[in-house]
Structures are given as structure tokens and as C-alpha cells.
């Protein structure tokens, strides 16, 4: 399995960014996700979506960043919007499914004040 992420950039506060990740399988093979770890902090989960329609996010992102996906292409996006210095981080995606995690390379985000 791999997984190809893109997307990052440096934008400021309040800007936007659009994050990919194309998988090299089938994305209703299990629940895809996005993760982000900031320096000197443990990974997290940002936002989740399974194989049938139910989305997670964590708090802090709620009602700014959206997960969809592309099944035809399979990949699942991170729209983020309404950017803030403390969403800087490296953006991971990943792929869980019949008991394994796949991850993708990081893409950084730098939100600037």
C-alpha cells in the first residue's frame, strides 16, 4: 500500500489550503485519515472518514477543515480553511484497515501570524 500525499505550503493566518492523498488501493478499503505532529508533540488525528460516509474531527478543527474524497481517484482531501499559527505542523496521511496502518510522507503546513 502506499500513499501519496501533497498539498502543503506556507500560508497566513486565516488563509487556505488544499491537502491530497492518492492511494495506491482502493480508499473504501478502510477508514483514511489525516494526522498532524508539530515539533516536540505527539501525532494526532485531524480528521477521519471510513468506508461509508461518517467523518471525525478533532475539536479544534471542527466547522474549519473538511475531509471528502475522490473515489474514481482514490484520494481523500483536507480542505482547511480559516488557518491558524497553532495548525502548523507536518500533515500525515493514513490508510487503517484489516488490522494495519499505512502512512503516507509528511506535507508541512506553516501558518503564519
Known amino acids: 500500500v502506499q500513499l501519496q500525499a501533497s498539498g502543503g505550503g506556507s500560508v497566513q493566518a486565516g488563509g487556505s489550503l488544499r491537502l491530497s492523498c492518492t492511494a495506491s488501493v482502493s480508499i473504501y478499503s478502510g477508514t483514511m485519515a489525516w494526522y498532524r505532529q508539530a515539533p516536540g508533540k505527539q501525532r494526532e488525528l485531524v480528521a477521519a472518514?471510513?468506508?461509508?460516509?461518517?467523518?471525525d474531527y478533532m475539536d479544534s478543527v471542527k466547522g474549519r477543515f473538511t475531509i471528502f474524497r475522490d473515489g474514481p481517484k482514490n484520494t481523500v482531501y483536507l480542505q482547511m480553511n480559516s488557518l491558524k499559527p497553532e495548525d502548523t505542523a507536518t500533515y500525515f496521511c493514513?490508510?487503517?484497515?484489516?488490522?494495519?496502518?499505512?502512512w503516507g510522507q509528511g506535507t508541512q503546513v506553516t501558518v503564519s501570524s
Open positions: 472518514i471510513r468506508s461509508g460516509r461518517d467523518t
Open positions: 493514513g490508510l487503517t484497515a484489516q488490522y494495519n496502518r499505512y
